[in-house]
């Protein structure tokens, strides 16, 4: 099956993370990388890669990126497997990977995540698992507030296994990408929805708050030491930037 797969992942200033994802990617013959135009060196840590083919494409919305590196890249594989730069395949999951033998029915795999703080897997991280495995013309990406969403026309099913999700660029770049992300999910969160955590985000202060208490209290995350503060600390800045850009567009109307 791993000769079916073509990994895929798109980069930004990721120095300090695509070398740690292509170097769990050695069994792939062929790996796309989408560059939307990097000041840094991860050009060059790709190129120290035979097996990447780079491309570069000026950066308009996650999908459409997406779009094109899936479909415009020239794949010849029968699977497409998206990755983050800063996402690590674990040796058990690459095993499952190559045991894998999809259904004609199956035109996608959910892939799960063990967050990581600088190196150290945390028990509190949330991050949710995302639809990575895709069948080459069956699948597509959808713009859904500040990132993508994948979709797919038949069943989908999830991998047993997770990869490790570890980003270790700067604090710096962090927020900056936070301000960006929250302006566009102020924009998702206002043109509708349903379900208790919209609601908690559009109508309440509390979405904040409450996910620190989420992370610090019922994930343990207070038990972790620094590592484990300091993402529950992250989180709870997304959220509260998430509602400054919502009481913002609110109190701009006004």
């Known amino acids: 099956m791993l000769e079916e797969i073509t990994p895929v992942i798109l980069t930004f200033d990721e120095a300090p993370n695509i070398g740690r994802c292509l170097e769990r ?27 990447v083919r780079l ?25 497409i497997l998206s990755l983050d730069a800063d996402y690590m395949l674990t040796k058990p999951l690459v095993e499952e990977l190559a045991a894998l ?23 509190s991280g949330i991050y949710p698992p995302v639809l990575a495995l895709l069948r080459r013309g069956k699948s597509r990406y959808l713009q859904d507030g500040h990132t993508q969403r994948a979709v797919v026309d038949g069943a989908s099913g999830k991998l047993v296994n997770r990869a490790i999700h570890d980003d270790q660029k700067s604090l710096a770049r962090w927020l900056r990408s936070q301000h960006a992300y929250a302006v566009l ?70």
């Open 25 to 51: 990617l050695a069994w792939a013959k062929d790996i796309v990388v989408v560059d939307s135009g990097s000041s840094d060196e991860t050009v060059q840590i790709c190129g120290r890669h035979p097996q």
């Open 55 to 79: 491309f570069t494409r000026p950066f308009d919305t996650h999908a459409a990126q997406w779009n094109f590196a899936i479909t415009e890249t020239g794949i010849a594989s029968a699977w």
């Open 101 to 123: 033998r999809p259904a004609a029915s199956s035109d996608g795999y959910w892939l799960g995540f063990r967050y990581a703080v600088m190196g150290r897997v945390l028990r």
């Open 185 to 254: 999910e102020a924009e998702k969160l206002e043109s509708g929805g349903g379900g208790m955590k919209r609601w908690l985000r559009s109508r309440t202060p509390l979405a904040a708050p409450l996910m620190a208490a989420y992370c610090l209290i019922w994930r343990g995350g207070i038990l972790e030491g620094p590592s484990g503060w300091y993402y529950a600390a992250q989180r709870t800045l997304a959220e509260a930037m998430i509602s400054a850009a919502l009481l913002d567009r609110r109190l701009r109307r006004r």
